[in-house]
């Protein structure tokens, strides 16, 4: 099984605030992605990065940022939360190479009030 | 990137063999073709992967024609703990992967 890990599982928050969603991932992987899907929606892809001090926007325009540092983590912070942020957040990892295997941690579900 | 079109939804009965098709139309040489599942509330989870011909593991089988414009996905014998979202993704190891709706399987007793 996949070792990638995303804390906090669930996270209600008020208007204003700043929030960081963390994602790790202890398989070495150099590729990790942020995805934000809504209930019943299909994932859409905000960030990635290639590996440290890597970063890069995706399909979906999103206010969040993210940032690579060390190769297993990839926290991704809104600095200030709306309740237009209100989604769940999939964090992934995987290997660079010819056949890319995305694992994903189990989710943040995110609620601003 | 390779566009990926696959039934919004099926339904199907515990016992059965279940075909989920992905058409991929404008595949590039060096795509893999992968196979996702997800549950509510979690992250998808890897099915099973392959470039050409025929592809199986402890869980499914996949199913790719010579022109690989299409794909299979075959679940033998579906219990109730198999309705899922299924995803079908096309691209290579350089590409950022994009999830389309999938399809929403309906395993009933």
């Known amino acids: 099984e996949a070792d990638i890990y995303q804390t906090p599982r669930y996270l209600v928050i008020g208007t204003g605030k700043k929030i960081t969603l963390e994602c790790s991932q202890t398989?070495?992987?150099?590729?990790m992605y942020w995805y934000q899907q809504d209930p019943g929606m299909e994932l859409h892809l905000i960030h990635y990065?290639?590996?440290?001090?890597?970063?890069e926007k995706g399909d979906l325009s999103s206010e969040s940022t993210v940032s690579r540092i060390r190769t297993e983590h990839f926290p991704l912070t809104l600095e200030s939360a709306r309740p237009s942020h209100t989604s769940q957040y999939l964090c992934a990892s995987s290997d660079v190479g010819g056949n890319e295997k995305l694992f994903f941690g189990s989710g943040t579900q995110l609620s601003v009030l | 990137l390779a566009k990926t079109t696959q039934p919004i939804s099926m339904d199907s009965y515990e016992g059965q063999e279940v075909n989920i098709t992905c058409s991929h139309n404008n595949i590039a040489t060096n795509d893999y073709i992968t196979w996702y599942q997800q549950f509510p509330s979690q992250g998808p989870r890897f099915i099973i992967q392959?470039?050409?011909t025929k592809v199986t593991n402890e869980v499914a089988s996949l199913f790719i024609p010579a022109d690989r414009k299409s794909s299979t996905l075959s679940l033998p014998r579906v219990s109730l703990s198999d309705t899922a979202v299924y995803y079908c993704?096309?691209?290579?190891?350089?590409?950022?992967?994009?999830f389309g709706k999938g399809t929403m399987l309906l395993v009933s007793p």
């Open positions: 398989m070495g992987h150099d590729k």
């Open positions: 392959g470039y050409k």
């Open positions: 993704l096309v691209g290579e190891g350089y590409s950022t992967l994009t």
């Open positions: 990065s290639y590996g440290v001090n890597s970063t």
